[in-house]
């Protein structure tokens, strides 16, 4: 009969491993309210963390009026860092919001981005040399694009910040612009500690961080590449990683030159 026919042309076993290859994909699918509802279990729990250590802080400076000074000046500064994330944290949220709001608020103009490259590599260096770290900068092009200045902007300094945040004392980190006829590039490379194959998927998730412990130190959010990766998607561009641990990673973007909304 008609049912023996399908059972013939597929056999039992194909359809029972295609039904069961769809629920698994369907177990797999997070739901938008999922998401969501994740995203701000997340928020809430980021923006606790440092309120709960100022607390903890604070109180046990109170409960003993007579402590040393020196232990003041130890905690002060601890709060005083504490702050420091929360503000990081809250500036990062606050850009990711206004990003969210999508398309209709591009600000597009033609923009040339060498000039764009070089005011953040200046801005960028006294940290770069903190460390000792070498920032490189080839230009293969002269690019004028039309892009939002600002989100760009905020874009690349993410990723530059990163590679410097994320190298090692002495290290190089090598920013390079092209173009051809229909896109230009912008490369980050840098000789820094790399990401493990198994993180490389996950980086761009809003909160997400290899390590949280070396993040915390460095003034991590988490929050970072997931705003470069929101404003490469706004001007209709990609972002990919190629990384190797302990090596090093590289950062390409590809945005086209012209503006589509
Ligand atoms: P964060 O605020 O923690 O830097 P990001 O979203 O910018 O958040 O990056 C997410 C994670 O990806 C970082 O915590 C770090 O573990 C990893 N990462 C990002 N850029 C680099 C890089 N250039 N080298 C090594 N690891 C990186």
Redesign the pocket.
């Known amino acids: 009969g008609y049912m023996d026919d399908e059972v013939n042309i597929l056999g039992f076993t194909e359809i029972e491993k295609i039904s069961d290859s769809f629920n698994e994909m369907l177990g797999r699918m997070k739901t938008l309210e999922e998401s969501r509802q994740e995203f701000v279990s997340n928020v809430s729990h980021e923006l606790k963390t440092p309120i709960t250590s100022i607390k903890v802080l604070a109180e046990s400076l109170l409960t003993q009026p007579d402590a040393p000074v020196e232990l003041y000046r130890e905690f002060m500064t601890d709060i005083n860092e504490e702050i420091e994330r929360e503000n990081n944290i809250i500036t990062d949220l606050l850009s990711l919001v206004k990003l969210d709001k999508k398309t209709g608020e591009m600000h597009i103009a033609t923009v040339s981005v060498n000039e764009l490259l070089e005011i953040i590599l200046k801005r960028l260096k006294p940290i770069a040399m903190k460390r000792n770290i070498e920032l490189v900068y080839e230009s293969f092009r002269n690019v004028l694009a039309e892009v939002d200045e600002v989100k760009l902007s905020l874009a690349i300094s ?1 990723l530059i910040e ?2 410097i ?2 190298n090692v004392d002495d290290g190089w980190v090598r920013v390079s612009l092209n173009a051809d006829h229909k896109y230009f590039y912008i490369k980050v490379a ?1 000789s ?4 493990p194959e198994s993180a490389q998927g996950n ?1 761009f998730d809003r909160f ?4 949280k412990a070396r ?1 915390r130190q460095t003034g ?7 705003i470069t990766k929101n404003v490469v998607l706004m001007h209709n561009g990609a972002i990919k990683v190629y990384s190797q641990e302990n090596e090093g ?1 590289t950062f390409t973007l590809r945005i086209p030159l012209n503006y589509i909304p």
């Open positions: 993410n990163n590679a945040k994320y840098d820094g500690i790399g990401i980086i997400y961080r290899v390590d993040a991590g959010t988490g929050l970072g590449l997931s990673s």
